[in-house]
């Protein structure tokens, strides 16, 4: 159940959990232990929203950072991904293979926010090497979900 | 000027089906439960390899059969769902969905007055089909107390002397029934002692939930006896792309083949090579699918059970057969005045046989919030419902 269960959830965290229990075939209960042990092994690290925030008044701009960064002895790249994540603008942190080290994900209200985050505080850090910032111009899919799109169910009302 | 139209074609009652579609497509803001097909789209590495076929050029006819390359996708995919091997160049036919695959195969089998066994509820087509091939159709009915499964009794008491061919529809449109190993050793066993042959429809096979589908070809004796249909429409969500698949002894596929040759001449090429695809790298899609569906069943059969409104569990397909009776209305009235008074599309079980008098098919080829809305207005009537009879 605990594949099917995340699954489940994973697309829809609002689903009740009588809901869930019946579409899984188990009891409410299982189904509440089962999530406080997802949490408590820190499987589930959070129930968020996909917002769409370009349809609301809150204008944010948003960049991607490709960032190579210099190694630590005995450390790798979490001390300094630790630097980089710590700040409350930086969304997302991933060490990647290829022709850079980390990327950011960076969330700002002005496009001069995001540069003087990256001029001020993620260049100028020991261990960066350098960085080169994209701007994200729209996004069309996230998290599985295609952005601003409603399917309607073209198929014929009745068939055999 | 003469009647044009063949005597035999004009005595085929129209489908069932056909009445309710016209009250439905009449009303713009009804919501349905109606359709045979999946809610999904073809997945879309599917779609890709149909898209790259077309940019490619191959826009030509195949060989009759078929692709090889797809028959040889289809023959792997059956040895290893059933265990069972087809020689994928003589034994494999592919065909313009597993309907094309029934007409053919009755048509390849049947001498005039063949009886030929139609099990039902079940899909509209085999009645027809036998009638347009020659055969009289004699119909089986099944009982809601088998869960709508074949029995050997039930099977044995229509045998006469003039039975060829016993349709096996399963898992089962309307009913979602299915078929145990246990249930086809049974019929087997009667199908061998009376030397009948076998025309088993399984295009529903991806979609069980209690155990893994089983093939009566997969039965001792019976392979050579049997035609299994099978296609690509409900497991991959491929229905518009036509595309379906009969495998069998030689003797009975080389004369399909030689049939579909001057009737279709080949199925759909773009579609044959999505197919190829499909067969290659669709498992997971398809579990994904077949997982939701799942899940979608057991919310109906949980919002049935809290309305207290009868129904056996069926584990395949994408249906529930939900039993009427009590409110005193044929499946007609019910259907009708659900859709009249909730705005909701529902199949009356009659349009699959008269034996499907006092059932509904409602599809879960739906999403959960759909459904949910659905059912609420399900749950609302049949309140209203209880409640006139009170009143009487």
Request: with cysteine; hydrophobic share 40%; proline share 4%.
């Amino acid at each position: 159940m605990r594949e099917e269960l995340l699954a489940i959830i994973e697309k829809n965290s609002r689903i009740d959990l009588k809901e869930l229990a019946v579409i899984l075939g188990v009891e409410e209960a299982d189904v509440v232990s089962e999530l406080a042990a997802l949490e408590a092994e820190g499987v589930i690290c959070g129930y968020h929203t996909l917002i769409d925030w370009e349809k609301t008044s809150n204008e944010k701009v948003s960049a991607l950072i490709e960032v190579r960064v210099a190694p630590q002895r005995g450390q790798g790249f979490d001390n300094v991904a630790e630097r980089i994540y710590r700040y409350p603008e930086v969304r997302s942190v991933y060490l990647m293979s290829g022709g850079y080290d980390l990327m950011v994900i960076l969330e700002g209200k002005t496009l001069r926010e995001v540069s003087n985050f990256v001029s001020d505080k993620l260049s100028t850090l020991d261990a960066v090497l350098s960085t080169a910032t994209h701007f994200i111009l729209k996004k069309y899919k996230d998290h599985g979900t295609v952005i601003s799109q409603k399917k309607e169910d073209e198929r014929e009302m009745i068939t055999p | 000027m003469r009647n044009p139209i063949a005597d035999k074609v004009a005595g085929i009652k129209p489908s069932g089906i056909r009445k309710f579609f016209d009250i439905v497509s009449e009303m713009k803001d009804a919501i349905s439960l109606g359709v045979g097909e999946p809610d999904f789209d073809t997945p879309w590495h599917i779609r890709d390899e149909g898209i790259y076929s077309l940019e490619k050029g191959r826009t030509f006819y195949t060989s009759n059969a078929g692709l090889k390359e797809l028959r040889q996708e289809i023959s792997n995919y059956i040895k290893r769902k059933q265990g069972v091997f087809y020689e994928p160049l003589k034994e494999v036919l592919i065909t313009v969905g597993g309907s094309e695959a029934i007409d053919m195969g009755l048509r390849a089998m049947v001498n005039p007055g063949d009886e030929v066994l139609i099990p039902q509820p079940s899909y509209v087509s085999y009645e027809p089909c036998a009638i347009l091939a020659g055969a009289k159709p004699v119909i089986i009915n099944l009982k809601a107390e088998n869960e709508f499964r074949l029995t050997a009794e039930e099977l044995e008491e229509a045998i006469t002397e003039k039975t060829k061919i016993l349709i096996l529809p399963f898992p089962n449109n309307p009913t979602g029934a299915i078929m145990e190993r246990k249930d086809l050793e049974a019929i087997a066993e009667v199908i061998l002692k009376h030397d009948l042959f076998v025309l088993s429809d399984e295009i529903y096979s991806e979609l069980t939930y209690k155990e893994k589908h089983v093939s009566i070809v997969e039965i001792p004796g019976m392979r050579e006896r049997t035609i299994l249909i099978n296609g690509f429409s409900k497991a991959y969500a491929m229905t518009g792309w036509r595309l379906g698949y009969a495998c069998g002894p030689e003797l009975i596929i080389q004369q399909m083949t030689k049939l579909h040759q001057f009737a279709i001449m080949c199925a759909p090429t773009t579609s044959q090579y999505a197919a190829v695809e499909a067969l290659k790298n669709g498992d997971d899609d398809v579990l994904e699918m077949r997982t939701a569906y799942n899940q979608r069943r057991r919310f109906l059969m949980n919002a049935f059970r809290e309305m207290g409104l009868e129904c056996f569990e069926p584990y395949g397909a994408f249906y529930v057969f939900p039993c009427i009776r009590e409110f005193g209305m044929t499946s007609d009235e019910f259907a009708t005045r659900f859709l009249e008074e909730e705005k909701v599309a529902v199949v009356p079980g009659t349009a699959f046989g008269d034996c499907g008098e006092g059932f509904l098919r409602i599809s879960y080829a739906y999403s959960l919030e759909n459904l949910k809305v659905a059912i609420g207005r399900l749950e609302h009537f049949i309140k209203k419902l209880r409640e006139e009879q009170k009143g009487n």
